[in-house]
Protein backbone atom coordinates (compact mmCIF):
# COMPACT_ATOMS: atom_id res chain seq x y z
CA UNK A 1 0.00 0.00 0.00
CA UNK A 2 2.81 2.18 0.86
CA UNK A 3 4.01 1.93 -2.74
CA UNK A 4 1.05 3.00 -4.35
CA UNK A 5 0.80 6.26 -2.18
CA UNK A 6 4.52 6.87 -3.46
CA UNK A 7 4.14 6.09 -6.51
CA UNK A 8 3.36 8.48 -9.95
CA UNK A 9 0.07 8.71 -11.36
CA UNK A 10 -0.81 8.53 -15.02
CA UNK A 11 -4.36 8.53 -15.95
CA UNK A 12 -3.92 6.03 -19.43
CA UNK A 13 -7.37 5.86 -22.15
CA UNK A 14 -7.91 3.39 -24.75
CA UNK A 15 -9.90 4.53 -27.40
CA UNK A 16 -11.39 3.38 -30.77
CA UNK A 17 -14.15 1.32 -32.62
CA UNK A 18 -16.38 -1.53 -30.82
CA UNK A 19 -14.60 -4.90 -31.56
CA UNK A 20 -10.97 -4.01 -32.09
CA UNK A 21 -9.28 -5.17 -29.39
CA UNK A 22 -9.05 -2.48 -26.22
CA UNK A 23 -9.97 -5.22 -23.24
CA UNK A 24 -8.12 -7.45 -24.69
CA UNK A 25 -4.62 -5.23 -24.29
CA UNK A 26 -6.03 -4.32 -20.91
CA UNK A 27 -6.16 -8.26 -20.14
CA UNK A 28 -2.94 -8.95 -21.31
CA UNK A 29 -0.94 -5.98 -19.48
CA UNK A 30 -2.94 -7.18 -16.18
CA UNK A 31 -3.56 -10.31 -16.73
CA UNK A 32 -1.07 -11.84 -18.90
CA UNK A 33 -3.45 -13.72 -20.39
CA UNK A 34 -5.61 -13.16 -24.35
CA UNK A 35 -8.49 -13.87 -25.02
CA UNK A 36 -9.25 -14.27 -28.77
CA UNK A 37 -13.19 -14.58 -28.25
CA UNK A 38 -13.78 -11.40 -26.78
CA UNK A 39 -17.07 -9.69 -25.90
CA UNK A 40 -18.11 -5.62 -26.92
CA UNK A 41 -17.62 -3.49 -23.44
CA UNK A 42 -21.02 -1.80 -22.53
CA UNK A 43 -19.55 1.03 -20.66
CA UNK A 44 -16.37 2.15 -19.76
CA UNK A 45 -13.92 -0.12 -16.93
CA UNK A 46 -11.42 0.94 -14.96
CA UNK A 47 -7.79 -0.64 -13.97
CA UNK A 48 -5.13 0.41 -11.69
CA UNK A 49 -2.03 -0.79 -12.48
CA UNK A 50 1.55 -0.01 -10.15
CA UNK A 51 4.95 -0.53 -12.31
CA UNK A 52 8.28 0.06 -11.05
CA UNK A 53 10.82 0.84 -13.85
CA UNK A 54 14.50 0.80 -13.48
CA UNK A 55 15.37 3.54 -15.74
CA UNK A 56 13.88 5.44 -12.87
CA UNK A 57 15.99 4.59 -10.13
CA UNK A 58 12.79 2.25 -9.05
CA UNK A 59 10.50 4.42 -9.15
CA UNK A 60 7.00 3.59 -9.28
CA UNK A 61 3.85 4.58 -11.63
CA UNK A 62 0.22 4.11 -10.82
CA UNK A 63 -1.13 3.76 -14.41
CA UNK A 64 -4.62 4.56 -14.21
CA UNK A 65 -6.22 2.88 -17.12
CA UNK A 66 -9.66 3.17 -18.37
CA UNK A 67 -11.33 1.19 -21.46
CA UNK A 68 -13.71 3.04 -23.36
CA UNK A 69 -16.92 1.17 -25.09
CA UNK A 70 -16.44 1.34 -28.73
CA UNK A 71 -20.09 2.08 -29.55
CA UNK A 72 -21.31 4.87 -31.23
CA UNK A 73 -24.15 4.84 -28.60
CA UNK A 74 -21.88 5.39 -26.03
CA UNK A 75 -19.81 8.07 -27.80
CA UNK A 76 -21.48 10.78 -25.71
CA UNK A 77 -19.91 9.66 -22.97
CA UNK A 78 -16.19 9.71 -24.03
CA UNK A 79 -15.76 13.18 -23.35
CA UNK A 80 -15.93 12.47 -19.51
CA UNK A 81 -12.68 10.97 -19.71
CA UNK A 82 -10.26 13.48 -21.21
CA UNK A 83 -9.84 14.82 -17.58
CA UNK A 84 -6.61 14.97 -16.57
CA UNK A 85 -5.03 12.42 -18.96
CA UNK A 86 -1.70 11.97 -19.18
CA UNK A 87 -1.78 9.28 -22.84
CA UNK A 88 -4.15 8.23 -25.00
CA UNK A 89 -3.97 4.85 -26.77
CA UNK A 90 -6.36 4.32 -30.37
CA UNK A 91 -6.72 0.84 -31.32
CA UNK A 92 -7.80 -0.29 -34.93
CA UNK A 93 -8.22 -4.01 -36.22
CA UNK A 94 -5.59 -4.61 -38.55
CA UNK A 95 -7.65 -6.41 -40.54
CA UNK A 96 -10.86 -3.82 -40.55
CA UNK A 97 -9.60 -0.99 -42.58
CA UNK A 98 -12.85 0.62 -41.56
CA UNK A 99 -11.60 0.35 -37.25
CA UNK A 100 -8.38 2.59 -38.37
CA UNK A 101 -10.25 5.08 -40.81
CA UNK A 102 -12.45 6.15 -37.79
CA UNK A 103 -9.20 6.81 -36.01
CA UNK A 104 -8.41 9.62 -38.01
CA UNK A 105 -11.99 10.46 -38.72
CA UNK A 106 -13.25 10.87 -35.19
CA UNK A 107 -11.05 9.53 -32.12
CA UNK A 108 -8.09 11.47 -33.33
CA UNK A 109 -10.36 14.55 -33.47
CA UNK A 110 -11.67 14.07 -29.59
CA UNK A 111 -8.23 13.65 -28.42
CA UNK A 112 -7.14 17.32 -30.05
CA UNK A 113 -10.92 18.60 -28.92
CA UNK A 114 -11.06 17.09 -25.50
CA UNK A 115 -7.45 16.21 -24.23
CA UNK A 116 -6.49 19.37 -21.64
CA UNK A 117 -4.70 21.56 -24.26
CA UNK A 118 -0.99 21.10 -22.10
CA UNK A 119 -0.84 17.04 -22.87
CA UNK A 120 1.49 16.43 -25.53
CA UNK A 121 0.17 15.11 -28.66
CA UNK A 122 2.48 12.14 -30.32
CA UNK A 123 1.76 9.69 -32.72
CA UNK A 124 3.31 5.90 -32.16
CA UNK A 125 3.10 3.73 -34.43
CA UNK A 126 3.45 0.29 -33.58
CA UNK A 127 3.43 -2.48 -36.27
Known amino acids: ?10 KIILLGESGVGKTCIIDRLINNKYDDIGISSMSASFINKTMSFKEFKGQSVRFEIWDTAGQEKYRSLNKLFYKDVGAAILVYDITNKQSFEELKKYWYQQIKEFAPKNTSKKLLYLI
Open 1 to 10: MEEEENSKVC
